[in-house]
């Protein structure tokens, strides 16, 4: 068993044999930890993600989620995690409590913790008037709190977050990183893509840098700003502007 709830190894990945998006990727996520997965647009960060929740298969190397591959314990492996899209996936019939039921039934939530942590999430999200409306009714903001609302239902061991920032207001993000502290204080671990990195980086425990499908730098923020050659003081910004070829060089 793997201590990490996420390892990937070598993972060589995307959408054709031919032209792999991924290049030997290696990167893992411990219990109660918070990692950063920073790229400029079309860096992978999706793709990895794609591989990390079973979407794409790899083409080489491995994936596990809290020691279980796809292949071998399929079951437990889609268990062990929760996904937040970057695009808000819902059913438009279903009102935002259904989702919450739903989920909640799928991931075996018992019903006292599901209530409990139902209407924690909706005051903390400001939800609570939109309970009983349909997703369709949603605005787009609404909809991405949906999204996260049933990911932080489940409590899994590994959350998978691709760009939660966008489309949400200020009092949303706030939110949203007070929720993940508190997963973080659960002993859950989360990786999560952002291109804003100053909303992160107080946050993040360690980063996994991608540029064209291959890891530039991994680690702490120290470690990062290392391997881009910035002053020690540097902030991880700066570091990943110049690992990925912007200002900074
Ligand atoms: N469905 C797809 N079929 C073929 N190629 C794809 C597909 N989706 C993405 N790609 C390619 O894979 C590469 C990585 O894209 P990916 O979506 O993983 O980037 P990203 O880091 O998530 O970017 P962004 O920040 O813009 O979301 C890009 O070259 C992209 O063109």
């Known amino acids: 068993m ?19 998006v991924l290049k030997e990727v290696d990167a893992s996520v411990r219990p109660g930890e918070l990692v950063g997965l920073l790229g400029l647009n079309g860096a992978g960060k999706s793709t990895l993600m794609k591989h990390i929740i ?38 438009d019939e279903l ?48 909809r991405q709190k949906v999204m996260l609302m049933c990911a932080f239902l489940a409590r899994p061991p590994l959350y998978v977050i691709d760009e939660p920032f966008l489309g949400l207001d200020p009092l ?10 508190e997963e973080k204080e659960a002993g859950c671990g989360l990786i999560v893509s952002s291109h804003i990195l100053s909303m992160l980086e107080s946050y993040c425990d360690r980063y996994v840098v991608l540029h064209d499908g291959a890891v530039v730098a991994s680690g702490t923020a120290e470690d990062v700003v290392a391997a881009a050659g910035t002053p020690p003081s540097g902030k991880v910004e700066q570091a990943f502007f110049r690992l990925v070829g912007g200002s900074g060089r």
């Open 2 to 20: 793997s201590e990490s709830v996420l390892t990937v190894r070598g993972l060589v990945g995307g959408y054709s044999r031919k032209r792999p």
């Open 54 to 91: 079973g979407l794409l298969q790899p083409i080489g190397g491995t994936v596990e989620v809290c020691g279980h591959t796809l292949g071998s314990s399929g079951e437990a492996y889609r268990a062990s995690f929760a996904f937040v899209p970057e695009s808000p996936l819902l059913y």
């Open 95 to 142: 009102s935002v409590w259904e989702h919450l039921e739903w989920t909640a039934m799928a991931y075996g939530v018992e019903e006292k913790t599901f209530r409990e942590r139902a209407e924690r999430l909706l005051d903390r999200f400001r939800m609570e008037k939109e309970r009983t409306k349909f997703a369709g009714h949603l605005s787009k903001g609404m």
């Open 172 to 181: 949303a993000i706030r939110a949203l990183l007070e929720q993940m502290r």
